[in-house]
């Protein structure tokens, strides 16, 4: 199967270098992707939103054999929804690495600019619950893989208007399993709606922060291959489907 890997804000393709071989061995096609504008300066990436990082993952999925699987991280879910929305009839599943599909018109969050891009904040930036398990090593190793993104896409509004929500997904949360998540989506909003109205959602816990491709790559690799082989139902109230 062909698993497109979609980084969130401020990661390329090597982003996913480490959960990259585990998904190979077990049959799988990985594709990591680098997002038009990322690491570019201002006069190069300004007129970038979220519409082309969208159109981008499009053409990879026009460009495969066959049905493809979407995977990703943070910000990258709104991005590989707005794709699956695009081309449902192209996508197997969507799977959420610790974030949740977003509902029309939504945006990833705001961050300050710097020389018209949005640069990496730095780990101290994050709250403890999202860097907790990476070690000042992996801190020190990962930082250098940052990069800016368009100034644009953090802001801009995601477009949804197709049949993505009959995409069967799965949503691998850092520290979530399904019971505490149901029990917080009245505090959702919209995304709650969005969610409810997914004809076929798997829920699963990483055990990790905010960024497990650095911290648990190994527990990561295992759970997309989980998600494109053979998803499982419901076990002891921690999943759901």
């Known amino acids: 199967m062909d ?32 997002l038009p504008g990322v690491g570019e300066p201002a006069e190069r990436s300004a007129e970038l939103g979220m519409s082309d990082w969208v159109d981008a993952v499009v053409d990879k999925i026009d460009a495969a054999d066959g049905p493809v699987v979407l995977v990703g991280h943070s910000g990258g879910g709104n991005v590989v929804w707005g794709a699956a929305d695009a081309r449902s009839d192209r996508v197997a599943r969507v799977v959420f690495v610790d974030t949740v599909p977003p509902p029309p018109d939504s945006a990833i969050s705001e961050f300050d600019l710097v020389d018209g891009v949005v640069p990496f904040p730095g780990w101290d930036f994050f709250p403890d619950e999202d860097v907790s398990d990476l070690d000042g090593h992996t801190r020190a190793r990962t930082l250098p893989l940052t990069r800016s993104v368009p100034a644009r896409v953090p802001t801009e509004p995601v477009k949804l208007t197709g049949d993505r929500r009959r995409v069967p997904v799965t949503m691998l949360m850092g520290w979530m399993d399904q019971q505490q998540m149901e029990a917080e989506l009245d505090q959702w909003g919209a995304y709650a709606d969005e969610y409810r109205a997914i004809d076929d959602v798997t829920v699963k816990k990483i055990g990790s922060g905010h960024w497990p491709q650095f911290s648990v790559p190994d527990r990561l690799a295992a759970l997309i291959n989980e998600s494109v082989a053979h998803p499982e139902p419901a076990v002891d109230g921690d999943d759901r489907t």
């Open 3 to 34: 698993i497109i890997l979609v980084p969130g804000l401020w990661l390329d393709a090597s982003s996913w270098d480490d959960v990259v071989p585990a998904l190979e061995a077990a049959g799988n096609r990985p594709l990591p992707m680098t």
